[in-house]
C-alpha cells in the first residue's frame, strides 16, 4: 500500500526515476553484443603440437601420450582429456570441471609443456596454447580468387597481408588461410647429381644451414666514428643462394647450383580450396567470446575496402557464407513476433476494458519492464540473442497481468464512490499480497533453469532471467507507476462522469466504431460467464463425476508422452549445407579434387543451379595445426574434405535437398562416402565442436579390437531407421611403406641410423623441421622458410626413394638407400585418437525423419548387444549432442518437480494451510497434458525449450488458480458453504483469469507460427505455451473448484478464524 501512496505523493520522482532508468536501459542495449546465443563458458583448452614429417602414429606415441601423463599431476580442475593425432598435427582437448580458472589452466598446460619438452623429438618446438569455446564458431568467410597470379601469391596475401589488417577488427579471430600453396623458398634437389659427386641431401641442408645465418654483426669504435657492422650473412637475392659451396669433391667445389635449383616456389600442397569451381585460398574469420557477431562481421566488411586497395591487380576478395545474415533474420523475427504480440496483447485489452486511456497505461509498463530487464542482464554480463529476446516476447503476454489486476481493483472502488486518491491507494493495496505471490510464483519456476548443468544452462539461464526480471520490473510499475499514471490520465475521465452511474458512459459510447464493438464484446462476455456459472454450477455438483473426466482426460493425455519426438533442440533452416566426402584411403590430393568435381556436378543436378548460391570445396589438412584445433572438420588426410553449399534465398527447404542428396549420391559415387556436418552457427554450437550429433565412442587397450567392434556397430547403426550418415571417424588402413635398415649393414658401409633417417626425411618430406632456416624478402620483410627437399615429381615410385644417397662417415663411399635397407608394406593410421590416454574410435551418426532420442534408445538397444556379446575389454559410451541433451532432459524435468514443490511451500506460507496449495496446484497437470496434445497435433518434437514454456504455463497456472483459490476462502470467510463459493469465486475469478491466458495465447501466437529465418527455435516454446494455458484454464475454472469442494474442511477454516 505504502508504494502507490509514496507515488502519489512524489510522482515526480517516480517519472525521474523511470526516465533514468530507461535511459541506462537503452544505453546498456546499444552497447550489448548481439548473437545467435548467450555465451556457452564450457572451460576447454586447445594444445596444438607440430612435427613436420612424423606420421599420425608417431605424434601419439612419442609426443601426445608423453605430455598427456604429465598432466595429471601439473594441471588442475581436468574432466577429461581428448587427443587426435595427424600427420605431422597433434592435437588435445582438455576439458576442464566446470567453474574451472581457465587462465590458470592455460599457464600449467603451458608450463608442463616446457618440462616434458626435452624427452621429445629433437627440434620440437613448445606447443601452441588456446581458449577454445563453443560459440567461437567461423561466422564469415572471404574467398581470395585471381585470374593471373598464382596459388601461392594468394596464400601469401592471405597470411601476411590480410591477416594482419583483420585481426585489428575488435573481437575477430583469423586463423592461417585454407588452400592455395604456401611460399617457400625451395631448393629442389637433383638426386642423380648428389649420387654422381658422392653428396647426400643432407649435405646441402647442412651446408644451407651453415652459410645462411641469422646472427649480429655488433658494431666498432673506429676513431671518432661509431660504425654498425653489417655482414652478408643472408642474402637478399633468392639467386645467390645458389652459389652456395656445399664440399669440397676430389679437389674441386660443388656450389648448390651444381646439384640443386634454389628458386621462389611453394610448399607440397596438401591442402585446396575452390569456389564455385575456380581454385584459390579461404580466409575463415572466427569471433571470440564477449563481442557481438554483427559487430565483428561489420567490421571485418569495413576492412575489406581498404584491405583491397593493397591487393595486386586482378585479385578478388569475396565474401561468402556471412552468418550475419541469419543471425539479423532470426533476431529480427523473434523481435517482430515480439512487436506483434505486444500489439495484438494491447487489443485484447482495450476489448476487455473499452477504455484506451486504462489501456495506455498497461501497455507502458510493458517496454519500460523490458528495458529495466535489458539493463539488468546487460549488467549480468548477457548478450541480447534470439534466447533473452525470445524470453522477453514469452514475457510480453503476461506483463499486463499485475497492472490489469491493480488497475481493476482501483476501478472497482471508485465505481464505489471512494475519492480518487483513497481508490487508488487502497486498490493497489488490496491485490499487493496475492499479485506479488502470483509473480513470485511464476519466477519460482524458472529457479531450477540456472541449477542446470553443461550446455543447457548457458542456453536457457539467460531466457530466464529476463522473464523474470521483466516480471518483477512489471509487479514493481503496477505499485508506482501505474497509480500515477491512473491519476493523472483518469482525473478529467472521472470528473466528466462524477455523479452518474458506471454505466453512464454506455450509451455515447455507443456513437462510435469501437465502442459498439466493446459493447457487443461486453454481452458477448456476459453472455459466456452466465453459461460458465451454470457449467460450473453443474461440475461442482457432480464432482465426482466431473473428477473422473478430468483424470480421464490426463491419462490420456499422458499416453501421448511415448509418442512425441524429442530433440535437444529445433532444427532450424539457414539454407545451408556442409557435406563430407571421403575418397579411398591413400588417394592423393590430385586424385581426390577430380573426384570433388564430379561430386559437385552432381550436387548442379540434383539441387538445381537455380537454388545453389555459392559451392566451396575444401579438401584435405589445413596447413596450420591452428586450423585443425579450431575446426570441427572430420577432414584426416588428402583423400577428404567437404563441400560447403549455400542456397539462394528463395529456396526450397533444406532438409528435402539434404535428404535427396543423401539418397542420390552413393548410388552415383560408390567408392566414395558421404556424411553431412553442422554448416550453420545454430547446429555448431549446439555440438560443441563435434562432427556430429551422435558420437559411439570404443575405446579399448588394444586398437585393432576397439576398431573391428567400430565397424561392427558401424554396420549396425546403418541398419536402425532414421539413423545415417554413420562412419568411423578415423581411418587406422591407410597404404604406407616401410624402410627395413639393416643395421649391422650399415655401420659395416660406414653409415648410421640418424644419418639416414635425416636423408630420408629431407628427401620426403623437407628439411624444414630437422634444419630449420628462413630467408626475409626485402620487398616486405616476410620471413619464409628455406627448405632442402627433393621435388615430389622426381620421387614418384619406390626405385627413386631406394636410390637416395646417404653420406658414409670414415672415408668410406656414400650408399644408397636401397644397399642398406629394404622396402615394405603396411597400413599405418591416418589419424589416431584418444580418450584420457587409451586409444578410442569414434563411430559418427546423424539422424534424418527420426527425432534424436528415440534415434538414441535404438542405439542403446544396439550398444547393450555388443557389450553383452563382446569378450573385447573396450569400453562402448554414448556421446555427444545425445548426452548434453539427456542430461538437460533430466535436469529440466527433476527442475518441474522442484518447482512444484517449491511452489507448493510459498503457497502453505501463504494460505497457513497443507490443504489450500494442493487445490491451487490441482491444475498444473492438465498444463503437461495441453503442452502435450498442442505438440502432438501440430507434430512439433518436444525439446528444451519446449520445457521452458511448459515451465512458463506451471507458474502461470499456479498464478491464476491462487485468485479461484484466495477469492473462494473470502466466501467461505463471509459465509458462504464451499460449494457455493467455489462458484462464486470462478465466475468473479472468470475474467482476469480470461484475460491473462488470453493475453499470452495471442502473444504467443506469431512466435508459434515459426516463420522467418530461425523462427523453428522458439516455435516449440510458444506452441507449449499455447496448449497448456488452453488446457490449463479450462482445468483452473472447472477442475479447481471442484477439487475446492472436494478437499475444502470447514474445521480448517474454523481454526484459521479462531486464530484470528
Not at 674441386?252 to 585446396?272: E, K, L
Not at 551422435?694 to 561392427?712: C, F, M, N, T, W
Not at 627448405?787 to 663411399?813: C, E, F
Not at 523462427?1015 to 499455447?1026: K, T
Request: proline share 6%.
Amino acid at each position: 500500500m505504502w508504494f502507490a501512496a509514496f507515488a502519489l505523493k512524489r510522482p515526480y520522482t517516480i517519472v525521474a526515476s523511470l526516465i533514468l532508468i530507461c535511459l541506462m536501459g537503452v544505453g546498456a542495449a546499444l552497447r550489448m553484443p548481439i548473437d545467435i546465443f548467450p555465451e556457452i563458458d564450457i572451460p576447454v583448452v586447445s594444445v596444438v603440437w607440430t612435427y613436420s614429417g612424423m606420421s599420425a602414429r608417431d605424434i601419439r606415441d612419442r609426443i601426445l601420450t608423453l605430455h598427456e601423463r604429465q598432466l595429471a599431476s601439473l594441471v588442475d580442475d581436468i574432466s577429461r582429456i581428448e587427443a587426435t593425432s595427424y600427420a605431422g598435427v597433434g592435437v588435445e582437448k582438455v576439458y576442464l570441471h566446470e567453474g574451472a580458472n581457465v587462465t590458470r589452466a592455460i599457464s600449467q598446460l603451458a608450463s608442463s609443456a616446457l618440462v616434458v619438452l626435452k624427452y621429445m623429438p629433437p627440434n620440437i618446438t613448445p606447443p601452441l596454447v588456446l581458449r577454445y569455446g563453443a560459440t567461437d564458431v567461423p561466422i564469415i568467410q572471404l574467398s581470395l580468387s585471381s585470374s593471373s597470379l598464382p596459388d601461392s601469391k594468394l596464400n601469401d596475401l592471405g597470411q601476411n597481408i590480410i591477416r594482419p589488417d583483420l585481426a585489428v577488427v575488435h573481437g575477430a579471430e583469423v586463423p592461417y588461410p585454407y588452400g592455395g600453396k604456401p611460399r617457400v623458398i625451395m631448393v629442389d634437389l637433383d638426386q642423380h647429381a648428389l649420387a654422381s659427386r658422392g653428396l647426400s641431401p643432407a649435405d646441402v641442408a647442412t651446408a644451407i644451414q651453415q652459410q645462411n645465418v641469422i646472427l649480429p654483426s655488433g658494431d666498432v669504435k673506429i676513431g671518432p666514428k661509431d660504425y654498425a657492422l653489417a655482414m652478408n650473412n643472408s642474402p637478399d637475392a633468392i639467386a645467390a643462394i645458389n652459389q652456395f659451396p656445399v664440399k669440397q669433391v676430389t679437389g674441386q667445389t660443388v656450389f648448390v647450383r651444381d646439384v640443386a635449383h634454389v628458386h621462389d616456389g611453394f610448399q607440397v600442397q596438401t591442402n585446396s580450396v575452390t569456389v564455385d569451381g575456380r581454385p584459390g585460398a579461404l580466409m575463415t574469420v572466427r569471433k571470440t567470446g564477449g563481442v557481438s557477431t554483427l559487430a565483428v562481421i561489420d567490421g571485418v566488411k569495413q576492412a575489406l575496402p581498404d584491405v583491397a586497395r593493397l591487393m595486386p591487380r586482378g585479385v578478388n576478395i569475396k565474401a561468402i557464407f556471412d552468418q550475419s545474415v541469419f543471425v539479423k533474420a532470426s533476431l529480427n523475427s523473434v523481435l517482430m513476433g515480439g512487436l506483434i504480440a505486444a500489439g495484438l496483447t494491447g487489443l485484447m485489452i482495450l476489448l476487455f476494458l473499452g477504455n484506451w486511456r486504462l489501456t495506455l497505461i498497461i501497455l507502458a509498463t510493458i517496454p519500460i519492464a523490458i528495458i529495466t530487464a535489458i539493463l539488468v542482464i546487460f549488467i549480468d554480463g548477457q548478450t541480447l540473442n534470439t534466447m533473452t529476446l525470445g524470453g522477453f516476447a514469452l514475457a510480453v503476454g503476461i506483463l499486463v497481468d499485475n497492472s490489469t489486476v491493480v488497475i481493476e481493483n482501483i476501478e472497482r472502488h471508485v465505481k464505489d464512490g471512494d475519492s480518487l486518491q483513497h481508490a487508488i491507494v487502497h486498490g493497489s493495496g488490496e491485490v499487493a499480497l496475492p499479485t506479488a505471490l502470483s509473480t513470485l510464483c511464476i519466477c519460482i519456476v524458472f529457479v531450477p533453469v540456472f541449477l542446470l548443468q553443461g550446455t543447457a544452462k548457458y542456453l536457457f539461464s539467460p531466457l530466464s532471467l529476463s522473464v523474470c526480471v521483466s516480471l518483477i520490473a512489471s509487479l514493481a510499475l503496477s505499485f508506482t507507476l501505474v497509480p500515477v499514471l491512473f491519476a493523472f490520465l483518469m482525473r478529467s475521465s472521472l470528473e466528466g462522469h462524477a455523479g452518474h452511474s458506471p454505466q453512464a458512459a454506455s450509451p455515447r459510447s455507443r456513437f462510435n466504431v469501437f465502442g459498439a464493438i466493446h459493447h457487443g464484446f461486453e454481452e458477448g462476455f456476459n453472455r459466456l460467464r452466465e453459461g460458465y456459472r451454470n457449467i460450473v454450477a453443474l461440475c461442482v455438483q457432480r464432482a465426482g463425476v466431473t473428477s473422473v473426466f478430468f483424470l480421464l482426460l490426463m491419462a490420456c493425455s499422458l499416453v501421448l508422452f511415448p509418442q512425441l519426438g524429442r530433440d535437444f533442440f529445433p532444427q532450424v533452416d539457414a539454407g545451408q549445407m556442409r557435406l563430407h566426402v571421403r575418397a579411398p584411403a591413400g588417394s592423393r590430393l590430385e586424385e581426390t579434387q577430380r573426384y570433388f568435381a564430379e561430386v559437385e556436378n552432381a550436387i548442379y543436378e540434383i539441387v538445381g543451379r537455380d537454388q545453389v548460391s555459392v559451392i566451396l570445396d575444401n579438401i584435405g589438412l589445413p596447413y596450420s595445426g591452428i586450423n585443425i584445433a579450431l575446426s570441427d572438420s572430420a577432414t584426416v588426410g588428402p583423400m577428404d574434405g567437404e563441400i560447403l553449399i549455400s542456397l539462394k534465398q528463395k529456396h526450397n527447404p533444406t532438409a528435402a535437398h539434404v535428404a535427396a542428396l543423401r539418397h542420390d549420391l552413393p548410388r552415383r559415387f560408390p567408392g566414395l562416402q558421404f556424411f553431412f556436418q553442422p554448416a550453420d552457427i545454430v547446429n555448431q554450437v549446439l555440438n560443441f565442436g563435434q562432427p556430429a550429433p551422435i558420437d559411439v565412442r570404443i575405446s579399448g587397450p588394444k586398437s585393432g579390437e576397439a576398431y573391428a567392434l567400430a565397424q561392427k556397430i558401424t554396420r549396425s547403426l546403418d541398419a536402425i531407421p532414421g539413423v545415417v550418415d554413420a562412419h568411423v571417424f578415423q581411418v587406422p588402413d591407410a597404404p604406407g611403406l616401410t624402410i627395413d635398415v639393416d643395421r649391422t649393414l650399415a655401420e659395416q658401409v660406414g653409415v648410421n641410423d640418424d644419418e639416414i633417417a635425416k636423408n630420408v626425411l629431407v628427401s620426403a618430406n623437407s628439411s624444414a623441421q630437422t634444419s630449420p632456416n628462413f630467408w626475409i624478402d626485402p620487398k616486405n620483410s616476410v620471413s619464409y622458410p628455406l627448405v632442402v627437399q627433393m621435388p615430389t615429381y622426381r620421387v614418384n615410385s619406390t626405385q627413386d626413394l631406394a636410390g637416395v644417397p646417404i653420406s658414409a662417415g670414415g672415408g668410406k663411399s656414400n650408399q644408397m638407400l636401397m644397399n642398406v635397407a629394404q622396402f615394405g608394406r603396411k597400413n599405418v593410421p591416418l589419424v589416431a585418437s584418444q580418450l584420457n590416454i587409451r586409444p578410442v574410435f569414434d563411430v559418427n551418426a546423424d539422424v534424418q525423419g527420426r527425432d534424436l532420442a528415440s534415434a538414441a534408445d535404438a542405439i542403446d538397444k544396439v550398444l547393450d548387444e555388443e557389450r553383452s556379446a563382446s569378450a573385447s575389454p573396450a569400453t562402448i559410451t554414448l556421446s555427444g549432442q545425445v548426452e548434453t541433451m539427456r542430461e538437460s532432459f533430466d535436469g529440466l524435468f527433476s527442475g518441474m518437480a522442484m518447482a512444484v514443490v517449491l511452489v507448493y511451500l510459498v503457497l502453505v506460507i501463504n494460505f497457513q494451510s497443507w490443504v489450500d496449495p494442493l487445490i491451487v496446484l490441482a491444475a498444473v497437470p492438465f498444463t503437461l497434458g495441453g503442452v502435450m496434445w498442442m505438440l502432438f497435433l501440430t507434430q512439433t518434437h518436444l525439446s528444451i525449450p519446449a520445457l521452458m514454456g511448459s515451465l512458463m504455463c506451471i507458474g502461470l497456472t499456479a498464478a491464476n488458480s491462487i485468485l479461484v483459490v484466495t477469492f473462494a476462502n473470502q466466501r467461505m470467510e463471509a459465509g458462504d458453504d464451499k460449494a457455493t463459493a467455489a462458484i462464486v469465486a470462478g465466475y468473479t475469478r472468470l475474467r482476469p483469469v480470461l484475460m491473462t491466458a488470453a493475453a499470452m495465447i495471442l502473444g504467443m501466437i506469431p512466435m508459434a507460427l515459426g516463420v522467418g529465418e530461425g523462427g523453428e527455435q522458439n516455435a516449440p516454446l510458444a506452441r507449449a505455451v499455447i496448449g497448456g494455458l488452453l488446457f490449463a484454464t479450462a482445468a483452473t475454472m472447472i477442475f479447481v473448484p471442484v477439487v475446492y469442494r472436494i478437499l475444502r474442511r470447514d474445521t480448517e477454516l474454523c481454526f484459521r478464524q479462531e486464530l484470528k
